[in-house]
């Protein structure tokens, strides 16, 4: 049932070319230049957006709020739904809030998606499991389509997360016609591109474990990355940690200088998203003060990119995309990273401890 593959969890990681094939497909027009989504919620009736969600799919909501507001120029927020659900949110009825969970059972995140509705939230679940508990208290579901995920570490549900959040982004900014049909066409190919972008991405393994070789006995990780690869950054550190249990903490690049640039030393590898796009030469910069200070880098750069090699230890290229799109390209090494120090550490990869695959207590 594992496909051949020694655990779920690489199998899933695998799947990811057809996931955001089913994730995509059939939801996209580049005539039109639109996202056909199928639903009847009123885009113009909606003034902001609450992102609510636990672990993975919390970055997948913090990624949401950079394309929602970059793109469509709807002001958007996203949270941990523990948070959300004690602090009294401010939400009235032109509030959406987007209940995000694989499962569709984390206790977290329908107590908060309850409380939003409670206080007159419109809601939409974007959800991989099929008829779960947060499909049935929403009003609409933007199902992800990722097939069912059985390792406990989640990987095809981030990324078919992320194409539905840029699909969701796409949707509004037309609707409130900010996006120009040109670029929301040059959107659309690109989003069309990255199941084999994806594939490409999954070539680079070897050079992966050759990386997990090289750290695989260090006793911290950071990770580092800047605007919509800040939560690509913090998924590569939860899911080092969850898997292969070695401390791993994520930064916004540019917050390093702000306290945790004191943990760098010789001893500490940083992993850096350093992918082409607006914020490319400010993560040199922050690469350069790791380097300065004895740092390891490891930098996921894009195919192509002959400057990064000068300044980083070790180079993992991917393929060029829209900026906006590339965290659902760069977040693959990462996740072959903890997969291979997992390995090697010889964790229990599809089952670590103290995880269970949702969690339906508080
Ligand atoms: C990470 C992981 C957890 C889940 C979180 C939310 O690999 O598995 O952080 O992402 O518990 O689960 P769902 O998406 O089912 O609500």
């Known amino acids: 049932e594992k496909g051949g593959f020694p655990h779920y969890m690489l199998k899933e990681i695998y799947e990811q070319p057809w996931v955001l094939e089913n994730t995509l497909g059939g939801r996209l027009s580049e005539e039109r230049g639109e996202a056909e989504l199928g639903l009847e919620l009123d885009p113009l009736s909606v003034d902001r957006v609450h992102l609510i969600a636990c672990g993975t799919a919390a970055y997948a909501g913090w990624y949401g709020k950079y394309l929602l507001e970059g793109l469509a120029k709807l002001p958007a927020d996203w949270e941990v739904a523990s948070e959300y659900r004690y602090r009294d949110p401010v939400v009235d009825g032109r509030?959406?809030?987007?209940a995000i969970s694989q499962s569709g059972e984390t206790i977290d995140t329908l107590e908060a998606l309850r409380e939003a509705r409670r206080k007159g939230a419109r809601a939409l679940g974007v959800v991989n499991a099929k008829g779960s508990s947060i499909t049935r208290e929403v009003e609409e579901v933007l199902y992800i389509h990722a097939g069912p995920e059985i390792g406990v570490a989640s990987t095809k549900a981030y990324t078919a997360m992320l194409a539905a959040m840029a699909l969701l982004a796409l949707w509004f900014a037309r609707a409130r016609g900010v996006l120009p049909l040109e670029e929301a066409r040059t959107l659309i190919r690109e989003m069309k591109k990255l199941p084999r972008l994806v594939e490409e991405a999954l070539e680079k393994r070897p050079i992966v474990a050759h990386i997990a070789e090289k750290y695989h006995q260090a006793q911290d990780f950071l990770f580092l990355g800047r605007h919509v690869q800040a939560p690509t950054a913090y998924e590569g550190a939860l899911k080092?940690?969850?898997?292969?249990?070695?401390?791993?903490?994520?930064?916004?690049?540019g917050e390093m200088k702000h306290g945790p640039i004191a943990l760098i030393d010789e001893h500490l590898p940083v992993v850096v998203l350093a992918t082409k796009g607006p914020l490319y030469e400010k993560t040199l910069s922050n690469i350069q003060e790791v380097r300065a200070r004895g740092g390891k880098v490891i930098a996921i750069a894009t195919e192509g990119d002959e400057e990064i090699?000068?300044?980083?230890q070790d180079v993992v290229y991917v393929p060029e995309v829209h900026p906006l799109l590339s965290?659902?390209?760069?977040?693959?090494?990462?996740q072959l990273l903890a997969y291979e120090v997992a390995v090697l550490l010889g964790r229990d990869v599809d089952q670590p401890r103290n995880l269970a695959k949702s969690v339906t207590v508080e």
């Open 327 to 334: 965290p659902i390209v760069s977040v693959v090494p990462l």
């Open 95 to 98: 509030t959406l809030a987007v």
């Open 240 to 253: 080092l940690k969850e898997i292969s249990y070695i401390h791993a903490e994520a930064y916004p690049a």
């Open 309 to 312: 090699r000068k300044l980083a």
